[in-house]
């Protein structure tokens, strides 16, 4: 076993343990946090071109993110529900597989208005003989509660006329509440910190007013005049500014959400934009701003008018992913739309889909029947064919960006996606032989493509099924396996068939080898996504052990310096932006990938590090 100490956050390390290496750049700048007398490091040089950027996370009444300050927009689909016991044919004969008076599955039965709110609902008298069995609906709507602040209020605002109800923790609070405007008090149970909001009854005069325009908002507001400023009354924001409340102010963005992506240099859609799910194909089909909910399961996630917004709020670049299946339409109105509304000064890089090459994901298979179609006797295999159509796509994809961006074509970044461990992936698409052959033209990456982008994450094989049992016997150690793990990733030789070196080491070798094969297309390298990747896979998924292992982990001060290390490492290699996976999101046997579990914690070592990693302007 290695006896080698993982780093610790102190002084003493820096300068014994690593001999010094580590005082220049980035990584100084993190170790001097919280030290009286630490010279500043130097900047990273003008024409590196390193930053770093992150992913948001997708749209859902489960995330933790919560960006929205009307919390309604993050709502789940309708569920179609009735009451056993009460209301007729709630009796579970003859219902389809999963049906339950929970959810009836019968959302085909919904009459919708445009943005999505039912006109009507059944009647429970008719029910026997309409062969119909729902009665209401109900959706489940996230808050912004957390462990640290399990319950709260919120004010739900409706047009029309019916009943809602509330459960799962709501309760409605009758003295405060008025027609039109409900006050509801909600405790989170079990970690579940959302509540379910039912309409019971609507339109019941039969003249078409229906509930409709629900919104949910929590107390608090924002700070006049600044953005990323909540409060939740005048003196939190001094004696010059006034505290507006959300229900009056009406703002898109929550405060608190602004504030953690303010120090960010891009910010990265793909999950917003519900990439790897997304069935659209031409324009009509994206969710537009009126929509009830911009939390899709096979659209394309929230409305695009939002990235460019957010975008110039921060002022921050914006990185776009433009669906799968999209037409040249789409791809053409996307186009338009964050040329008309982004800041001038504000670049934006456009990718099309994610991750052509990983099997995980549906958008790729979908990729390898069209390729498979459109080159049948081709002498290339089927996995090589889809990379090239991906290659394929994604330049036709850029020269509709560049005609549409025209002169300001130098502010589109259009971008490459390969595998980082795996650079034979990149050559397919950038070459992209057989559509090249029957055109008699440039290879793909000529197609105003202007860098290759990977996701050098670490520590994946960790969570690998051959390594399960090692893993596990960590987790024995008195401190959980920890100082084992940590070993592993600076320094490898604690896991027998592990990388050389370790987790670190493995994803600088393929930062290196990325940069050499960018540089030889003539195209800058970035990381569309990165960080660590401590997760399992198959039985090591599965094992309450190894789950807790990484839980802990990436709540560790040593995680955070293994951050500061690995965004060093990508510096030196000369890669360019970074975009961290992700934001915020619970840590989970599906993986620990947020920098912040939540929107409101008050700190964490991935954030923190992150943080400290920055280059100076």
Not at 126 to 144: E, I, M, Q, W, Y
Not at 454 to 473: D, M, Q, S
Not at 474 to 486: A, I, K
């Amino acid at each position: 076993m290695v006896t080698r100490q993982p780093p610790a956050l102190s002084l003493r390390w820096v300068v014994d343990g690593m001999g010094g290496r580590w005082l220049d750049g980035i990584y100084a700048a993190a170790l001097c946090l919280g030290l009286t007398a630490c010279d500043e490091p130097d900047a990273p040089t003008p024409d590196s071109g390193f930053g770093i950027g992150v992913n948001i996370a997708g749209l859902a009444y489960y995330g933790t993110e919560i960006p929205f300050v009307d919390l309604f927009k993050l709502s789940g689909p309708w569920l179609t529900q009735c009451r056993t016991g009460r209301d007729p044919g709630c009796n579970g004969q003859g219902w389809p597989p999963g049906a339950s008076a929970w959810n009836t599955l019968e959302q085909d039965a919904l009459a919708l208005d445009a943005a999505g709110y039912p006109k009507s609902l059944s009647d429970p008298a008719r029910n026997d003989a309409s062969g119909s069995r729902f009665t209401s609906v109900a959706t489940l709507v996230p808050t912004d509660l957390n462990p640290s602040r399990p319950a709260g209020r919120f004010i739900v605002r409706y047009q029309g006329q019916g009943t809602l109800g509330y459960a799962r923790g709501a309760v409605r609070n009758a003295v405060l509440s008025r027609p039109g405007r409900d006050v509801v008090d909600v405790t989170g149970t079990g970690g579940e910190y959302w509540f379910e909001l039912a309409i019971l009854a609507t339109d019941p005069g039969g003249n078409g007013d229906h509930l409709r325009n629900i919104r949910v908002v929590p107390e608090g507001g924002t700070c006049e005049g600044r953005p990323t400023a909540f409060c939740t009354d005048t003196q939190t924001c001094g004696t010059q500014r006034a505290c507006r409340p959300f229900e009056e102010a009406d703002p898109i963005f929550d405060p608190r959400f602004l504030r953690n992506l303010a120090p960010f240099r891009a910010i990265r859609f793909m999950a917003y934009q519900n990439t790897n799910d997304s069935t659209a194909v031409g324009w009509t089909d994206r969710t537009v701003p009126d929509s009830r909910t911009w939390a899709s399961e096979g659209g394309d996630g929230g409305p695009a008018e939002l990235i460019p917004a957010l975008g110039n709020r921060l002022q921050a670049d914006v990185w776009v992913n433009m669906p799968a299946r999209a037409d040249d339409g789409y791809v053409r109105q996307f186009a338009m739309l964050v040329r008309r509304e982004l800041d001038k000064d504000r670049k934006v890089y456009v990718e099309y889909g994610n991750e052509a090459w990983n099997d995980a994901f549906s958008a790729g298979r979908w990729m390898e029947v069209q390729a498979l179609a459109k080159w049948p006797g081709a002498g290339e295999s089927a996995y090589g064919k889809r990379l090239q159509w991906y290659g394929m796509r994604t330049a036709q994809i850029c020269d509709i960006w560049e005609e549409v961006w025209a002169e300001e074509g130098d502010r589109v970044i259009c971008v490459m996606g390969s595998q980082a461990a795996n650079p034979w992936t990149a050559r397919q698409a950038l070459d992209c032989r057989l559509w090249r052959a029957e055109r008699g033209g440039a290879p793909c990456y000529r197609h105003h493509v202007r860098a290759l982008a990977i996701a050098p994450y670490f520590g994946h094989y960790l969570g690998l099924p051959e390594h399960a049992a090692v893993v596990k016997e960590w987790s024995t150690d008195p401190d959980g396996g920890l100082h084992r793990l940590f070993t592993e990733i600076f320094y490898g030789g604690e896991l027998p068939g592990g990388p050389a070196g370790g987790a670190l080491e493995e994803a600088k070798r393929q930062m290196q080898e990325n940069k050499r094969l960018a540089s030889e297309y003539g195209l800058n390298l970035v990381a569309y996504e990165g960080g660590q990747h401590l997760v399992g896979v198959g039985e090591a998924g599965t094992d309450p052990a190894i789950t807790a292992l990484f839980v802990a982990a990436n709540r560790d001060e040593r995680m955070g310096e293994a951050y500061l290390r690995h965004l060093e490492d990508w510096r030196a290699a000369g890669g360019g932006l970074y975009n961290l996976w992700n934001s915020a999101g619970p840590y989970t046997r599906w993986g620990s990938w947020g920098l912040l579990e939540y929107r409101d914690q008050p700190g964490a070592p991935k954030y923190d590090a992150v943080r400290a990693a920055m280059p100076r302007e």
